[in-house]
């Protein structure tokens, strides 16, 4: 039996940035997926177990096309996970590897990298180099990736994920949109990009997260839904913003937020509180 276990991550800045040059930070988040694949030789069929997603057929055939680009296994493969799926916490790319590091191996870091450029074509490679590594990243497309110790000082103590729901656009979807706009769009990506700088220099988080979320709706990516609640976290003294693609209507997946009690968020929605030591 082979077991792999990984984090998801959260962007602390670069979002969308990071794909026209410029600098962005991401650290593991402290939610994993867990996956164990139990060999058996008497068979090449592979049992699949994973409630999760029962009646998501995305989610079923994304995962089919993962274990077919790593070969013909037989066995029961078994995922244990506590990533939101589809949020903008990485579990597409947290389920890459984690089954690639199951079924090929812990050593399989540029086969990995070759699927994951394949099931998700046109991603930046933030995700793929925090959660591979489990350690905050400073990410640049045009050079490699830095280990960083930005966690050091616990800035993210107290935090909260939000839940605001499912997003209506997927991923590629949403990059395809804002690419195709990237010229009339250069002060909002570079005030993102500028985010990074400011992180790296000490600044403090909250005062980044604000400046951060009024770029990212000026990109669009940022729905009324997730507009309503990160003002009322503002207006309570906090700061926040989404993470990941986000979305142009429906739910905005997950929206990071410090400085604000969970007793002032609406009750609609899910929260998880990060641990106080993260």
Known sequence: MQTASVTGKIILSGEYAVLFGYQGIAVPAPLTM???????????????????????????????????????????LTIENQIPLGKGMGSSTALVIAVCKCLLGEDCEQQAKQIEDTVNPGNSGIDFAVIWNNQPILFSQDKPYQLIDILINNPLKGALLIDTGEPDQQTPELIKWVTERKDELSEPLSMIGSCTDRLLSGEDLREVLTDHNTAQQSLGIVTDKAKELITKIEQEGGAAKVLGAGSRTGGCGMVLAIGIDTTKIDSKYPIIPLPLNY
Do not use: P
């Open 34 to 76: 867990t996956v164990t694949f139990a060999e058996d030789t008497t068979t090449k069929d592979l049992t699949i177990e994973w409630a999760e997603v029962a009646g998501h057929h995305e989610w079923q055939q994304y995962l089919m096309q993962i274990i077919h680009e790593c070969g013909k296994f037989g066995g029961k």
